[in-house]
């Protein structure tokens, strides 16, 4: 078997037949990509995962300034909760859900931002 230190590409795509997410995994390896299969509901835990893993998340990493590349989702539905020290933000895209933790003021901010979104796409002040 080929070791490969590095993944230099992953790509993925839905197997109708097989009912799951290939990931393709390619790296400097001569033994050529790597095929893995994932059931539906192992594509969340997988994505929280990375995300832990790879430091983006979590209070104790700084806010990045700048730009930040994003590929925009469209949503299957969104919902709002509250709990003790805030609300919680919940999306869901297919099969895969995420609730995101949100404080007072980032829950006031996104309540503000929202409503200046719906009155300037509707033509009636945000007030």
Known sequence: MAKSRFVRSVSGEWDPVLGRVCLRFEGDAVGGPRDFFLAPEDV???VLLLLML???VGVRRPPVSGEVQ???LHLDSVGLGEIEDGVV???VIG???LAFALSPG???DLGRALMTLSASASGE???
Do not use: F
Request: proline share 14%.
């Open 44 to 46: 969340q835990p997988l």
């Open 54 to 56: 790879s430091g983006k």
């Open 70 to 72: 994003v590929v925009p």
């Open 89 to 91: 933000l919940r999306v």
């Open 95 to 97: 099969e895969t859900a």
């Open 106 to 108: 980032m829950s006031r």
């Open 125 to 127: 002040p945000a007030n």
